[in-house]
């Protein structure tokens, strides 16, 4: 049940000119594509369709470590309908590897598979079927080689090298070429802060690897075309990126490699690496046909890159009145066999380390592993949510030692705006961390246990078990549990970070319509609503086209880091207000004789006139273009950041913080270790609310996966095979709608006056406290510690 609230206290400083055209900024703007979706009619990029499509099929590896001794394919080769099989030494280019930040990944294997799923092989057919025939017939004999798996195999002085030669490995000041990247942060003196703690307490804890589980699998269509080129219709988050990766393994040129963005069904990181866009291109290119790639969810288990698990070690310190004097930690992530995003999510797992509090002491180390396990990279959080579920443990542990309520002892120890990070870096916005615990701890608790009065008449789906009728009640522990957390917004640590937007402006049968063309990949997150909204605010219009996503735009970046509303929402914000600017321009010359208005007012566009800002009507835009068609393409950059120091960890690193609370009230079963979470309550600020509708479905949204992690969500991988376990969704289980509990949300709107608008980046931010919060409920209501996610019965019922 979606509840909000929205506040914005008095006084509260916004840069946001108000303006009343119709389905602008501000206003609950209905999706264009939310009827198509929720009655199936929408189309996702594996709804494609061409006329002599061949479909292409991807042969990977059965084992994680190995030497590919020899591939036989002439069976393969020989099947009926079969028309390419490749392998590694068919790929037309000298460059035959990928990455997004090192290239380290290759197309194909070669001569030696390092982790399970690896693609090995392409085949392209007249069938998926006989594809998949073909596939099982090509004959791969393996060497097993030793595997790699944790920490301890991976830094021993004896490990095989996930990559041998690596040229990159002091990068992050790097001890071992198992290591991806390291990231110390150090300020202030740990050794002589900890002499004045009164308490100190520490924790070791374990997060398991969850899977963006987006419900749409990797999909695509490459056609060749003419010129040699290929045109790619994909479901991705970078179209960009993926261009400046596909190009080089095919040998082309960028501009011969058209991408145009087709339906995507749910990403959450897991579209920000390469899947089958390389794959496709290649079968299509050898073959002259188009080439159709589609996952079956098996396969999406082993096409994309998961959430790192990690290890953290931490320690804190506090004085009997309650404030934190230091904190130390150590964070071990694995990034599995390639790199993907795994140096960045270093750099915001450390960054982000110390949480949304003052602590002026801290020593902080964070590495990521290169082992045999499934590649690890972007998903919702991005380091930041592993770094919450330790610290606000931490928090935790902490006020129960000092006798303290849990909500009291952070927000004494809360940051503001003026905070200094553990990096040196002044958090130069609002920062309401104590507001928004007070929110949420002041918010009505749901009904005590409504089955105890129900009797045998109690709705099982509202107990621990639910639909499988395992209590009435008996056994039934209420908990209570809260966290907070602090996520950044936007590309980090120097990163040239922009967005384009193209936007034109003409008359068309008597009324003015904006064109919005820009390259940003539209995942579920509503973008595509707030471009129109915008382009109506800024030029005063009713009728907004969007523009096909694709690469004949410059980059919008990634659709990641809750940042595309900031960036290329400011993107098209800048085109419009420039395309103002030239309606003005044209309006002077043509009417500027007739009203001195045009001259010395200021000039708004509203609903399809020129107004002064008294309201007084100029004249209209189709009169002031008649013809003439107005068409601006504009870069948008947000400013700098720097690098962190590799030693110490200083720097201006980030753009801008966003943050979230939660409180989680859960019931247990404490027989048979199960849970039902009855409500996760959240307030967070958000600067300015673009569509409050899409706002509150964010927020609900992030919450609702940082509960799977919280109770359901984990990757199995077998520690003596690093093989996967439970690569579908019989087997890895996600939130249904009967496992999802009553999400209030309760807004604030605290502009950041460096943002567009004053808007704060807000997709991620509630995936980060929703976790621990359910964590913090559950060890409430049964008293047990719970250092590892996510929670399942036998660590309740003491059966592990």
Same mark, same amino acid.
């Given at each position: 049940?979606?509840?909000?609230?929205?506040?914005?206290?008095?006084?509260?400083?916004?840069?946001?000119?108000?303006?009343?055209?119709?389905?602008?900024?501000?206003?609950?703007?209905?999706?264009?594509?939310?009827?198509?979706?929720?009655?199936?009619? *929408?189309?996702?990029?594996?709804?494609?369709?061409?006329?002599?499509?061949?479909?292409?099929?991807?042969?990977?590896?059965?084992?994680?470590?190995?030497?590919?001794?020899?591939?036989?394919?002439?069976?393969?080769?020989?099947?009926?309908?079969?028309?390419?099989?490749?392998?590694?030494?068919? /790929?037309?280019?000298?460059?035959?590897?990928?990455?997004?930040?090192?290239?380290?990944?290759?197309?194909?294997?070669?001569?030696?598979?390092?982790?399970?799923?690896?693609?090995?092989?392409?085949?392209?057919?007249?069938?998926?079927?006989?594809?998949?025939?073909?596939?099982?017939?090509?004959?791969?004999?393996?060497?097993?080689?030793?595997?790699?798996?944790?920490?301890?195999?991976?830094?021993?002085?004896?490990?095989?090298?996930?990559?041998?030669?690596?040229?990159?490995?002091?990068?992050?000041?790097?001890?071992?070429?198992?290591?991806?990247?390291?990231?110390?942060?150090?300020?202030?003196?740990?050794?002589?802060?900890?002499?004045?703690?009164?308490?100190?307490?520490?924790?070791?804890?374990?997060?398991?690897?969850?899977?963006?589980?987006?419900?749409?699998?990797?999909?695509?269509?490459?056609?060749?075309?003419?010129?040699?080129?290929?045109?790619?219709?994909?479901?991705?988050?970078?179209?960009?990126?993926?261009?400046?990766?596909?190009?080089?393994?095919?040998?082309?040129?960028?501009?011969?490699?058209?991408?145009?963005?087709?339906?995507?069904?749910?990403?959450?990181?897991?579209?920000?690496?390469?899947?089958?866009?390389?794959?496709?291109?290649?079968?299509?290119?050898?073959?002259?046909?188009?080439?159709?790639?589609?996952?079956?969810?098996?396969?999406?288990?082993?096409?994309?890159?998961?959430?790192?698990?990690?290890?953290?070690?931490?320690?804190?310190?506090?004085?009997?009145?309650?404030?934190?004097?230091?904190?130390?930690?150590?964070?071990?992530?694995?990034?599995?066999?390639?790199?993907?995003?795994?140096?960045?999510?270093?750099?915001?797992?450390?960054?982000?380390?110390?949480?949304?509090?003052?602590?002026?002491?801290?020593?902080?180390?964070?590495?990521?592993?290169?082992?045999?396990?499934?590649?690890?990279?972007?998903?919702?959080?991005?380091?930041?949510?592993?770094?919450?579920?330790?610290?606000?443990?931490?928090?935790?542990?902490?006020?129960?030692?000092?006798?303290?309520?849990?909500?009291?002892?952070?927000?004494?120890?809360?940051?503001?705006?003026?905070?200094?990070?553990?990096?040196?870096?002044?958090?130069?916005?609002?920062?309401?961390?104590?507001?928004?615990?007070?929110?949420?701890?002041?918010?009505?608790?749901?009904?005590?246990?409504?089955?105890?009065?129900?009797?045998?008449?109690?709705?099982?789906?509202?107990?621990?078990?639910?639909?499988?009728?395992?209590?009435?009640?008996?056994?039934?522990?209420?908990?209570?549990?809260?966290?907070?957390?602090?996520?950044?917004?936007?590309?980090?640590?120097?990163?040239?970070?922009?967005?384009?937007?193209?936007?034109?402006?003409?008359?068309?049968?008597?009324?003015?319509?904006?064109?919005?063309?820009?390259?940003?990949?539209?995942?579920?997150?509503?973008?595509?609503?707030?471009?129109?909204?915008?382009?109506?605010?800024?030029?005063?219009?009713?009728?907004?086209?969007?523009?096909?996503?694709?690469?004949?735009?410059?980059?919008?970046?990634?659709?990641?880091?809750?940042?595309?509303?900031?960036?290329?929402?400011?993107?098209?914000?800048?085109?419009?207000?420039?395309?103002?600017?030239?309606?003005?321009?044209?309006?002077?010359?043509?009417?500027?004789?007739?009203?001195?208005?045009?001259?010395?007012?200021?000039?708004?566009?509203?609903?399809?006139?020129?107004?002064?800002?008294?309201?007084?009507?100029?004249?209209?835009?189709?009169?002031?273009?008649?013809?003439?068609?107005?068409?601006?393409?504009?870069? *948008?950059?947000?400013?700098?950041?720097?690098? *962190?120091?590799?030693?110490?960890?200083?720097?201006?690193?980030?753009?801008?913080?966003?943050?979230?609370?939660?409180?989680?009230?859960?019931?247990?079963?404490?027989?048979?270790? /199960?849970?039902?979470?009855?409500?996760?309550?959240?307030?967070?600020?958000?600067?300015?609310?673009?569509?409050?509708?899409?706002?509150?479905?964010?927020?609900?949204?992030?919450?609702?996966?940082?509960?799977?992690?919280?109770?359901?969500?984990?990757?199995?991988?077998?520690?003596?095979?690093?093989?996967?376990?439970?690569?579908?969704?019989?087997?890895?289980?996600?939130?249904?709608?009967?496992?999802?509990?009553?999400?209030?949300?309760?807004?604030?709107?605290?502009?950041?006056?460096?943002?567009?608008?004053? /808007?704060?980046?807000?997709?991620?931010?509630?995936?980060?406290?929703?976790?621990?919060?359910?964590?913090?409920?559950?060890?409430?209501?049964?008293?047990?510690?719970?250092?590892?996610?996510?929670?399942?019965?036998?660590?309740?019922?003491?059966?592990?």
């Amino acid at each position: 049940m979606a509840q909000n609230t929205r506040t914005a206290p008095a006084g509260t400083p916004t840069n946001v000119t108000q303006k009343h055209n119709q389905g602008g900024i501000g206003e609950s703007t209905l999706r264009p594509d939310g009827t198509l979706k929720v009655t199936g009619e *929408f189309a996702y990029s594996s709804d494609m369709w061409h006329e002599d499509m061949l479909w292409g099929q991807t042969l990977r590896s059965t084992v994680a470590h190995a030497e590919i001794v020899s591939i036989d394919v002439s069976e393969a080769l020989a099947t009926s309908g079969v028309y390419a099989v490749l392998t590694y030494d068919d /790929l037309p280019a000298e460059m035959k590897n990928y990455g997004l930040e090192i290239q380290d990944t290759p197309v194909l294997a070669n001569g030696r598979v390092r982790h399970h799923g690896e693609p090995v092989a392409l085949i392209a057919a007249d069938h998926p079927e006989t594809a998949r025939r073909a596939a099982a017939k090509v004959k791969i004999d393996y060497r097993e080689l030793p595997l790699v798996t944790d920490e301890a195999s991976a830094l021993a002085a004896d490990a095989p090298l996930i990559h041998e030669g690596r040229d990159d490995h002091h990068i992050g000041h790097v001890p071992h070429p198992n290591i991806v990247h390291r990231q110390p942060i150090i300020r202030g003196d740990v050794a002589e802060a900890r002499k004045r703690a009164d308490v100190i307490v520490e924790g070791e804890y374990v997060f398991g690897m969850q899977d963006q589980a987006f419900l749409g699998p990797e999909s695509g269509l490459a056609v060749p075309a003419e010129d040699g080129g290929v045109d790619l219709y994909v479901a991705t988050q970078w179209l960009h990126s993926d261009l400046k990766q596909i190009a080089p393994v095919l040998g082309l040129p960028e501009e011969k490699v058209r991408m145009t963005l087709s339906g995507v069904g749910g990403a959450f990181g897991g579209r920000e690496d390469i899947s089958m866009q390389i794959h496709a291109c290649l079968l299509a290119l050898r073959t002259g046909k188009p080439v159709k790639i589609v996952y079956n969810r098996f396969e999406s288990f082993f096409g994309h890159v998961h959430r790192h698990p990690a290890k953290l070690w931490y320690e804190h310190g506090a004085t009997k009145d309650g404030k934190i004097t230091h904190m130390k930690c150590r964070i071990v992530l694995d990034g599995g066999a390639y790199a993907s995003a795994s140096p960045a999510v270093v750099g915001n797992a450390s960054s982000l380390s110390v949480g949304p509090y003052v602590i002026d002491d801290v020593d902080i180390e964070a590495i990521a592993l290169y082992t045999n396990n499934p590649p690890c990279g972007a998903m919702r959080g991005f380091g930041a949510v592993q770094a919450c579920f330790a610290y606000e443990a931490q928090m935790d542990k902490l006020a129960a030692r000092l006798d303290m309520d849990p909500v009291e002892f952070r927000q004494l120890n809360a940051m503001e705006q003026g905070t200094i990070m553990p990096t040196g870096q002044v958090v130069d916005s609002p920062a309401p961390v104590a507001e928004l615990l007070r929110r949420v701890k002041a918010r009505p608790m749901p009904p005590e246990r409504q089955w105890e009065t129900a009797g045998e008449g109690a709705d099982v789906r509202a107990l621990p078990g639910g639909l499988s009728n395992t209590t009435h009640g008996e056994g039934v522990v209420r908990g209570v549990g809260y966290a907070v957390g602090i996520k950044n917004v936007g590309f980090s640590e120097g990163f040239d970070d922009y967005s384009t937007a193209r936007v034109s402006l003409e008359v068309i049968n008597g009324e003015p319509v904006a064109m919005v063309h820009t390259a940003m990949a539209e995942v579920g997150q509503g973008g595509v609503t707030v471009h129109a909204q915008i382009a109506r605010t800024e030029l005063g219009v009713t009728q907004v086209t969007i523009h096909p996503a694709d690469t004949q735009v410059g980059s919008a970046g990634s659709t990641s880091a809750s940042r595309q509303t900031y960036m290329t929402g400011g993107a098209v914000k800048n085109t419009c207000e420039a395309v103002r600017e030239r309606v003005l321009e044209i309006g002077r010359r043509k009417f500027g004789s007739y009203h001195p208005a045009w001259a010395t007012a200021e000039l708004l566009l509203e609903s399809g006139k020129v107004v002064t800002d008294g309201g007084e009507v100029l004249a209209s835009l189709a009169d002031v273009l008649e013809d003439e068609t107005i068409d601006i393409e504009l870069e *948008f950059r947000h400013r700098p950041t720097q690098a *962190f120091d590799l030693v110490t960890g200083q720097g201006d690193g980030h753009v801008q913080y966003t943050f979230a609370a939660h409180r989680a009230v859960v019931e247990v079963d404490t027989e048979l270790g /199960l849970v039902k979470v009855i409500e996760l309550a959240t307030a967070q600020d958000v600067g300015k609310a673009l569509n409050m509708l899409s706002v509150v479905g964010q927020i609900q949204g992030g919450t609702t996966q940082g509960l799977g992690v919280a109770v359901m969500e984990e990757i199995i991988v077998d520690p003596k095979t690093a093989k996967v376990r439970n690569p579908s969704f019989t087997d890895y289980l996600i939130p249904t709608i009967l496992d999802t509990p009553t999400i209030p949300v309760d807004v604030l709107e605290l502009a950041d006056p460096n943002a567009p608008y004053g /808007l704060r980046g807000l997709g991620e931010a509630p995936t980060l406290s929703s976790t621990p919060a359910v964590l913090a409920a559950i060890r409430q209501a049964t008293g047990l510690e719970l250092n590892k996610t996510p929670v399942r019965p036998e660590a309740l019922t003491g059966t592990l």
